[in-house]
Nanobody, 127 residues
Framework: VQLQASGGGLVQAGGSLRLSCLAS????????MAWFRQGPGKEREFVAA??????????YYADSVKGRFTISRDNAKNTVYLQMNSLTPEDTAVYYC???????????????????WGQGTLVTVSS
């Protein structure tokens, strides 16, 4: 399984970015897909997740991004997206795509639940 994250960059506060995660070796429609991030000097934290279709297709968001970020998937392209709007400097981090193909996760918000990880893409938000 390979997850290739892209789309990071430098953006001004209030701006938007869309991250992409191209998956191979796993069918994203049958997997939990998630985004985590790790800011400077911070621990890795949950951002958003989307359950597999067979698991209910629910979406989950961290309180800090709810209403600003949207996770979505294009099953035909086997790609997951994270649309990020109204960015603030506090969103500056390396963003990681993660996946797990189990039917049920104990916690969609725990990074330890995910078996597969991408390499990360850096998002920098300037004030």
């Amino acid at each position: 399984v390979q997850l290739q994250a892209s789309g990071g960059g430098l953006v001004q506060a209030g701006g938007s970015l869309r991250l992409s995660c191209l998956a191979s070796g796993i069918t994203i429609s049958n997997a939990y897909m998630a985004w985590f991030r790790q800011g400077p000097g911070k621990e890795r934290e949950f951002v958003a997740a989307a359950a597999a279709r067979r698991s209910g297709s629910n979406q989950y968001y961290a309180d800090s991004v709810k209403g600003r970020f949207t996770i979505s998937r294009d099953n035909a392209k086997n790609t997951v997206y994270l649309q990020m709007n109204s960015l603030t400097p506090e969103d500056t981090a390396v963003y990681y795509c993660a996946a797990d193909s189990r039917l049920i996760l104990s916690s969609t918000r725990a990074w330890s639940e995910y078996d597969y990880w991408g390499q990360g893409t850096l998002v920098t938000v300037s004030s």
